[in-house]
C-alpha cells in the first residue's frame, strides 16, 4: 500500500510517502501562514523525489484539524480534490489524535493540545495501549477518554484532575502539543505532580505517523466521502466587513464610528491568534 499523508493544521506542516512498512521520504517544515502556496510545490517534489506519480498511489491520508482555520482548511480541500480526481480511498485523522498518537509509550493519560487562541485550547485526552496479533507483532491501540475540548487554561487543568480521579491513574498526564510557556506554566502551577510537559521539539507532528495511525482504517475500508469531509474546526472563525471596501456615496467614503473601528480592530487581532 503505497500511501500520501500531509498535515498543515499549524504553521508547523509535514508530508510523507509511506507503504505498510517504509518511509520513502519525509519532509516537515515550518510554513508560516504559506500553506496554499508550499504544499502542492512540496508533494510534487516528494513524488519526484521517490520517482512516484500521483496515479501510483493506494490512498490519501490528512490531518483534519483543529488549529489554523487556514491551514486546516488548505489540507482538507487538497485532500478531497486529490481523492475525488483520481479516484482514491481518503482517511481523515484528527490533529489531536495524532499528537496523541505520537506519544503511545506513555502509560497513563495523554492529553493532546494546541493553542486555540483567545486564551483558549484546543484538546482532547487518550490513553495508549499494545495488542499483540498472531504473528507477534505488537499494534498499538490509542483510545479517546474524553471529548474534544475547547476551553480555558485553568478549566482544562479541572477536566483532566476529574478524568484522573476517574480512570484512576497514579501517573501524571502527559501534555504533549504546541503549547505556550505561560500556558505550561498556568497549567503546572494548577495540577502540580499529576503534570509532566514533554519539550516543545519532542511534539513536532509527523507525517509518517499519521501514515502508520491511518494505514489500519484504510486496510479496514474505514474511509471518508470526499464529499461531505470537512475540517474540524471545533468554531467558526468571526467574521468582520472590511471598512475598504464598503461602497461609496457622492465620491465620499461613508463615515464609520470609532467604535466600528475598534471592533474590527479586536476582530482581526482575535483571528491572527488563531493562526499561531
Known sequence: MLLLAFDTSTRQSSIALCSDDTVFYEYTWNTGGNHSVELLENMQRLLTACGRSFQELDGIAVATGP???????????????????????????????????????????????????????????????????EQGNLIPQLERISDYFLLPVDELGQRVQELLAENEVLAPALFCGEIKSATRQRLYAQLQEKAVFLPALRTTRHASALAALALPRLLAGKIEDPLTLEPFYMRRPSITKSTRKRPLLGGLEVAESEQQQRDTQQTEREEGALRH
Do not use: H, M
Not at 93 to 116: H, K, N, P, S
Open 67 to 133: 488549529g489554523s482555520f487556514n491551514g486546516a482548511r488548505v489540507a482538507v480541500a487538497t485532500a478531497k480534490a486529490l481523492a475525488f480526481s483520481l479516484q482514491k480511498p481518503l482517511i481523515g485523522v484528527g490533529t489531536l489524535d495524532l499528537l496523541a498518537f505520537q506519544q503511545q509509550q506513555w502509560r497513563g493519560v495523554i492529553c493532546a493540545v494546541l493553542e486555540a487562541g483567545r486564551t483558549e485550547l484546543y484538546s482532547a485526552c487518550f490513553r495508549a495501549a499494545w495488542v499483540q496479533d
